[in-house]
T-cell receptor, first 112, second 115 residues
Framework: ETGVTQSPTHLIKTRGQQVTLRCSSQSGHNTVSWYQQALGQGPQFIFQYYREEENGRGNFPPRFSGLQFPNYSSELNVNALELDDSALYLC???????????FGPGTRLTVL | AQSVTQLDSQVPVFEEAPVELRCNYSSSVSVYLFWYVQYPNQGLQLLLKYLSGSTLVKGINGFEAEFNKSQTSFHLRKPSVHISDTAEYFCAVSGASGGSYIPTFGRGTSLIVHP
């Protein structure tokens, strides 16, 4: 069974740029959630995708957007990057209606 | 809405000593409770979860937690820690209905095990 994978591992961008992060969900899972984890903080929920549609959103501005593909993999896009967007971005997959999410290793984004 | 408070930001302990990491939650609905561990530069790994039934939950790596509804707590314990337990530990709560089960995380407790 393949776990959740994310790419890239690390990324450095400058303020104002755009970034795309990718996630492959665990085999058999149809739901993907994205989290932002700032340094020294717990993960904060960004949004969740199920059947290629957004299925819940946290308190993040519209410049955070996402996609889910037919194979249940997902992308997180962030436009107009700000310094405060520097964080570890975590992807988690699950089966819709089940209680547990399984996390990937994360993408460390640094905005200069 | 749910919230989680992890009362200790850092817990130093000597190897082979017992440890308790504290977690309190608030919610207006029935909840599921989770503990995750995060090793340096890695994602989160599920340690254990409480869904229903027995209030004492056993997880991986010798950890256990006890759900106390009256005190709205879900403290994590281990009777004897190892150096390898040094990591960040996160308590999380989600609603027990609705289907999406999106967890709300605490700020984390850094467990530091000294030799």
């Amino acid at each position: 069974e393949t776990g959740v994978t994310q790419s890239p591992t690390h990324l450095i961008k400058t303020r104002g740029q755009q970034v795309t992060l990718r996630c492959s969900s665990q085999s058999g899972h149809n739901t993907v959630s994205w989290y932002q984890q700032a340094l020294g903080q717990g993960p904060q929920f960004i949004f969740q995708y199920y059947r290629e549609e957004e299925n819940g959103r946290g308190n993040f501005p519209p410049r955070f957007s996402g996609l889910q593909f037919p194979n249940y993999s997902s992308e997180l896009n962030v436009n107009a990057l700000e310094l405060d967007d520097s964080a570890l971005y975590l992807c988690a997959s699950s089966s819709q209606g089940t209680d547990t999410q399984y996390f990937g290793p994360g993408t460390r984004l640094t905005v200069l | 809405a749910q919230s989680v408070t992890q009362l200790d930001s850092q817990v130093p302990v000597f190897e082979e000593a017992p440890v308790e990491l504290r977690c309190n939650y608030s919610s207006s609905v029935s909840v599921y409770l989770f503990w995750y561990v995060q090793y340096p530069n890695q994602g989160l790994q599920l340690l254990l979860k409480y869904l229903s039934g027995s209030t004492l939950v056993k997880g991986i790596n010798g950890f256990e937690a006890e759900f106390n509804k009256s005190q709205t707590s879900f403290h994590l314990r281990k009777p004897s820690v190892h150096i390898s337990d040094t990591a960040e530990y996160f308590c999380a709560v989600s609603g027990a209905s609705g289907g999406s089960y999106i967890p709300t995380f605490g700020r984390g407790t850094s467990l530091i095990v000294h030799p």
